[in-house]
């Protein structure tokens, strides 16, 4: 069964800092991997999705890597904002075709 | 915003009794999804459906049945709810036809309570 873990559960940063979000998956047999963002009450909105042959995809100041070898992904954030501040949570696409997320790490960029 | 709407968004309800949730899009996409989220748990897939009236279990179904009788509309429906069905749901959709890594979009989700 596929298990994907996210740590740190929760973080709090100063605004400007560069920081790393990571996920860890126990199958590597995946389509691919996705990030979302979710604000409270709000559903999750779609950040990146790296396809299993990639190995990164980048928008703005988000860069998210994925080594499916190993069952990794990373989520790096550059130069934080207060208005980053949110849960983020990763999400495998399995053979089966069934989406199985992670927990979450809740973020907190302090101004 | 992907046109995804549930509804209601806020329920209160006794155990024992029916619930039916309603997803509805306007996006046209093949793939609908229900979830549940819950503290310590994630989000955790209850049903999905592949077409009209294609659908499939997910890993927490027990308690669950659904119905997709038009493109637009998914149906999660509560036979008899208990207390262990209080969480907040949501359904998201995706296109994936021919596409495998087209994303995930979400709802705002239900958020049902039942005393």
């Known amino acids: 069964k596929q298990e994907v873990t996210q740590i740190p559960a929760a973080l709090s940063v100063p605004e400007g800092e560069n920081l790393v979000l990571n996920c860890s998956f126990t199958?590597?047999?995946?389509?691919?991997l996705q990030w979302f963002r979710q604000d409270p009450g709000k559903g999750l909105t779609s950040l990146l999705l790296i396809q299993s042959s990639q190995r990164e995809q980048t928008s703005g100041r988000l860069n998210a890597s994925l080594d499916k070898s190993s069952g990794r992904s990373t989520l790096y954030i550059a130069a934080s904002q207060p208005g980053d501040s949110a849960t983020y949570l990763c999400?495998?696409?399995?053979?089966?075709?069934?989406?199985?997320f992670g927990a979450g790490t809740i973020l907190r960029v302090k101004s | 915003d992907a046109g995804i709407t549930q509804s209601p968004r806020h329920k209160v309800t006794e155990t024992g009794t029916p619930v039916t949730l309603r997803c509805h899009q306007t996006?046209?996409?093949?793939?609908m999804y229900w979830y549940r989220q819950d503290p310590g748990h994630g989000l955790r897939l209850i049903h999905y459906s592949y077409g009209v009236k294609d659908t499939d279990k997910g890993e927490v179904s027990d308690g669950y049945s659904v119905s997709r009788s038009k493109t637009e509309d998914f149906l999660l429906t509560l036979e008899s709810a208990t207390s262990s069905q209080t969480s907040v749901y949501f359904c998201?959709?995706?296109?994936?036809?021919?596409?495998?890594?087209?994303?995930?979009?979400f709802g705002n989700g239900t958020r049902l309570t039942v005393t």
């Open positions: 998201a959709i995706s296109e994936r036809t021919g596409n495998l890594n087209s994303p995930l979009h």
């Open positions: 199958d590597s047999a995946i389509y691919n």
């Open positions: 999400a495998v696409l399995e053979y089966g075709n069934k989406l199985v």
């Open positions: 996006e046209n996409h093949r793939y």
